[in-house]
């Protein structure tokens, strides 16, 4: 499973999402769950993010992570516009799994 998360953060949050981005990757880095990969980019107009996630055996395996679940708990109030998830069908690819 291949998604594509997109969100806006208002903009006296992007500081606070910065930092619980960074948590996230610091547990992923240290945990290194199997069947994840995890991709997190800011935008041009800095207030706009996007997450290229792949899953091999769905979801479960983020709700394993800690600071995930702290930081997706908190993530609406954050919010100028909700995550929007697409699922994903690759065409193909180079250089990427």
């Known amino acids: ?8 953060i208002k903009p006296e949050q992007v500081e606070r999402e910065l930092e619980l981005l960074r948590e996230v990757y610091a547990e992923l880095r240290a945990v290194r769950p199997d069947g994840l990969r ?3 980019f800011q935008l041009e107009d800095e207030v706009t993010f996007m997450d290229v996630v792949e899953l091999d055996d769905g979801p479960e395996v ?3 992570i800690e600071a995930f679940q702290r930081y997706r708990t908190t993530l609406d109030e954050r919010c100028d516009e909700p995550p929007e998830m697409t699922t994903l069908h690759r065409v193909g690819s180079y250089g990427l799994g």
């Open 1 to 8: 499973m291949q998604v594509l998360v997109r969100w806006k």
């Open 38 to 40: 995890y991709a997190t």
């Open 62 to 64: 983020l709700r394993r």
